[in-house]
């Protein structure tokens, strides 16, 4: 029996023990991944009725409109969710740079052996 869930057409996010899902965000123009975050239901709902990226800060036990501080808000021009519907894509018009150290993208750096380098 096919899961629902997997294979139809109705939202049910399957969230974690702590009621997040993961979210990615992606630049639309130039398909470069711009953060990693996570979202609660009301962040997904907000999402959504806006068109503006809201996440859960894990580390502040807060909801948070990205960018509401900064003026770097993401707008969102598509969002996808995952075939088991535990990880949502936002791809988004950036009005600024995404990462919170003022980078473009918060995966700015590379590994390389055992240190980090600064990707070009």
Known sequence: MADLRETGLVL?????????????????????????????????RLTVESGEAHFWSRSRAALWKKGETSGHILRVADIRIDCDQDA?????????????????????????GDRLVTAA
């Open 12 to 44: 049910d996010p399957k969230y974690d023990s702590a009621g997040l899902i993961t979210a990615v965000a992606t630049d639309r123009v130039s398909g470069d991944v711009l953060m990693l975050a996570h979202m609660n239901a009301e962040a997904l």
């Open 88 to 112: 949502v894509w936002l791809i988004v018009d950036p009005a600024g740079p995404a990462c919170h150290t003022g980078e473009r993208s918060c995966f700015y750096r590379r590994i390389e």
